[in-house]
Nanobody, 124 residues
Framework: EVQLVESGGGLVQPGGSLRLSCAASGFTFSSYAMAWFRQVPGKEREGVAA????????AYASSVKGRFTISQDNAKNTVDLQMISLKPEDTAMYYC?????????????????WGQGTQVTVSS
C-alpha cells in the first residue's frame, strides 16, 4: 500500500523559508514520479513542483520558480520541497503525491496517491 506522509508545515513571516518533507513507503521509489500540490478553500488544487525520481528531472509552476526547490533522497525515500522568499499568496494546504511511471506531471488528475497534507501559512 502506497503511503505518503508530509511534515514541515507551519506559520512563517513573509520573506521567510520552510522545508516540507514527504516520506514515501509501499512502492518502488525510483519507478514513480512525485510532486507537491497546494490548495486553498474554494480553489482547484495547483501543481507546484514535480520530480521524476528515476531521471531527476524537475518542473515548477511559474508562480514558484526560483523560490521553491524539489529534491529527493533515494536512501530515505523522501521528497522535500524547500521554499524561500515566501509570500502570503503561498498560504495553502500542501500535499505530496505519487504516480506510477517516472514521467513527471503538474496535473493532479495524473496522480493516484496522496498524503494527508500539511498547512503552510505565510503571514506577519
Amino acid at each position: 500500500e502506497v503511503q505518503l506522509v508530509e511534515s514541515g508545515g507551519g506559520l512563517v513571516q513573509p520573506g521567510g523559508s520552510l522545508r516540507l518533507s514527504c516520506a514515501a513507503s509501499g512502492f518502488t521509489f525510483s519507478s514513480y514520479a512525485m510532486a507537491w500540490f497546494r490548495q486553498v478553500p474554494g480553489k482547484e488544487r495547483e501543481g507546484v513542483a514535480a520530480l521524476s525520481t528515476r531521471t531527476g528531472t524537475t518542473a515548477y509552476a511559474s508562480s514558484v520558480k526560483g523560490r521553491f526547490t524539489i529534491s529527493q533522497d533515494n536512501a530515505k525515500n523522501t521528497v522535500d520541497l524547500q521554499m524561500i522568499s515566501l509570500k502570503p499568496e503561498d498560504t495553502a494546504m500542501y500535499y505530496c503525491a505519487a504516480k506510477n511511471g517516472y514521467a513527471w506531471s503538474l496535473q493532479p488528475r495524473n496522480y493516484n496517491s496522496w498524503g494527508q497534507g500539511t498547512q503552510v501559512t505565510v503571514s506577519s
